[in-house]
């Protein structure tokens, strides 16, 4: 069974920067797709973005393109997501997450997640 588990929220102000990491164990999965996903207050969890295979491939959402960058490494079963160029409506649970079932990877194709870490964003 595949255990997530995030560090790296917290506060920061509007434009500033913020890593998030995950640790991740049990993942077996043949889809091998793992990402983050995020909830706000008041509104429905959502994918943010994915890596497929350790890199050969990368998806984000809309909302985030240009500004998050998504990498993997292999080798200490640890997931990034640098965060730059923060704004207040990124102020959300951040959840790394994994596609368990056989499936195509994409920013918002995931079925297991973490318990989450905060992040807030102050205008």
Do not use: H
């Amino acid at each position: 069974q595949v255990q997530l588990v995030e560090s790296g929220g917290g506060s920061v102000q509007a434009g500033g920067s913020l890593k998030l990491s995950c640790v991740a164990s049990g993942y077996t999965s043949s889809s091998n797709c793992m990402g983050w996903s995020r909830q706000a207050p008041g509104k429905e969890r959502e994918g943010v973005a994915a890596i497929y295979a350790g890199g050969i491939s990368t998806y984000y959402a809309d909302s985030v393109k240009g500004r998050f960058t998504i990498s993997q490494d292999n080798a200490k079963n640890t997931l990034y997501l640098q965060m730059d160029s923060l704004k207040p409506e990124d102020t959300a649970m951040y959840y790394c997450a994994a596609l368990v079932a056989k499936g195509p990877c994409g920013w918002d194709a995931f079925d297991a997640w973490g318990q989450g870490t905060l992040v807030t964003v102050s205008s």
